[in-house]
């Protein structure tokens, strides 16, 4: 499935290894102070967490938004005036390298609670690595979910980025999302139940910086685990992002309308080659609560 995106997210990995196989081996062991070198300086990249955890007491509300696919054309303003998803979240660091944070999402009323933990940092490594994990509830009324549990879905990511010079960054991180129950549909008439899920996929995000006030941002995530019934395509984005203080803009087109991790890599049926995507925006608003400036989007 899936077999044509399969390659180039292969080569891009390959190149990415290969680079920071080459970064390790020129990396000087014996600098007894290394720098600590931020590869993102932003919580979100689209809709994929980065490796990036800000200074302690940091505080960020995000806001997440995803219009319809533009397959109506200008009978809904290119997806505009179609039912579109939110999500409002927020973020908190209270101890040095660990984020917390809760949201909701529009579509089933999806409430989350989440955690990141910066586990290396580049420069006292050759790569950034990260642990991301979240626990999401599916609070919409429906008569055929009995028991809370079924409710509940889960998802857990980690994350290997590096800077190349001070333009570009990349991150790789592989995934799992777990739902402990689903329907899926071959058809309008057929639906197949199944007690778990899970669902394994790798993600990529590039981010390429001409100023610290623009950048271009993209994302693919390529899903691994092959669904009898059904089956996602991968996620495809591409866009821009705006900084200005403490605010951090990102406008971009991508093909898939869900926007917690779990939902997106499972449920994603629309072809970005076949025109099927949407436009969607993230505004973040970074606050610092201790003595010094917080790195985020300052």
Partial sequence: MCTKYLRPSLLILSVLLACTTAFA???DSATKHPEKIPVFEELLLIDDQTVFVPQKKSFEIELQQRFGTITNGMEDLLGIFAPSNTRIGIYYVPAKNLMVGAGITRKHLVLGLEAKYSLLKQGISPVAVS??????MDMEENEHVHESSERLSWFQQV???REFGKCFS???APSLSHFNRIEQSIDETEVY???TVNHFAVSL???????????????FDHPLTRHEVGGPLPNISLGVQ?????YCFQLFAENYYNIDAQSSNMFNRNDFSRGQFLIGFNLARTWNFSK???AGCH
């Fill in 25 to 27: 081996q020129h990396h």
């Fill in 131 to 136: 642990y991301f994990v979240n626990g999401s």
């Fill in 159 to 161: 994350m290997f980025a």
């Fill in 170 to 172: 990349l991150q790789v």
């Fill in 193 to 195: 139940d199944t007690s």
């Fill in 205 to 219: 995000l590039a981010q390429y910086r001409f100023s610290h006030a623009f950048s271009l941002v993209g994302e």
């Fill in 242 to 246: 705006f900084v200005k203080g403490a």
């Fill in 292 to 294: 010094k400036r917080a």
